[in-house]
């Protein structure tokens, strides 16, 4: 899914100048990572979150890991590393991941934990969504909103719209 201009007009309303903030999840793509190093600028920080290495053969990535203010970090939630904390967001394009076996409908509550426990109260957990998903979630069928109820009943949904939906962590519980 290309990164949409609605996306990131609403984004920059959640993430600012430095921020510390996180993609979970990541991939290859570094089109989320960039535009969010972006955002927070040289005084921010962002930090790339994944199981696998692709840096070794993605030209992207290795070019990611020359900037100052981009941190990749490989970790196998439910771990995260020691600095993935106090952050002011953390962003999770195709929160399915967050299920152990995606599409299972199973859902770790440990990885919820540690999502939690990454962002400080206030902070944002920011949700790009693709075409399906949108369906999903305003059509009858809101998986992400339903874990989100479960598992992180103190999160407060601020925004949902088109292909973004974002929520803030209301307390420390
Ligand atoms: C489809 S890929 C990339 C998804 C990415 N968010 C995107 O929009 O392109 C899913 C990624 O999740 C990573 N992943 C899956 N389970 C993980 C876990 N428990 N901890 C860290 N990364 C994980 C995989 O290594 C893979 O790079």
Same mark, same amino acid.
């Given at each position: ?5 609605? #996306? ?28 969010? $190093? ?17 840096? %070794? ?24 590393? $020691?600095?993935?904390?106090? #952050?002011?967001?953390? #962003? ?7 299920? !152990?076996? !995606? ?5 770790? !509550?440990?990885?919820?934990? %540690? ?9 944002? #957990? ?48």
């Amino acid at each position: 899914m290309a990164v949409s201009n609605h #996306l990131w007009e609403n984004v920059r309303k959640y993430v600012r100048i430095g921020n510390r903030v996180s993609e979970l999840y990541h991939g290859e793509r570094d089109d989320i990572l960039r535009g969010l $190093a972006e955002i927070v600028s040289e005084n921010g920080i962002v930090y790339g979150v994944d199981q696998l290495n692709p840096f %070794a053969q993605n030209k992207n990535m290795q070019e990611l890991q020359s900037l100052s203010n981009i941190r990749l970090l490989k970790a196998t939630l439910p771990s995260l590393p $020691a600095e993935v904390s106090d #952050l002011d967001g953390v #962003l999770i394009r195709e929160f399915i991941w967050t299920y !152990p076996l !995606p599409c299972n409908g199973s859902e770790n !509550p440990q990885t919820y934990q %540690a999502i939690n426990a990454a962002l400080h109260v206030g902070g944002h #957990l920011i949700l790009p969504l693709n075409p399906v998903e949108q369906t999903a979630e305003r059509g009858g069928h809101p998986m992400y909103q339903h874990t989100i109820r479960r598992q992180l009943p103190h999160f407060q949904k601020v925004y949902d719209r088109e292909d973004l939906m974002v929520y803030q962590k209301t307390n420390s519980s």
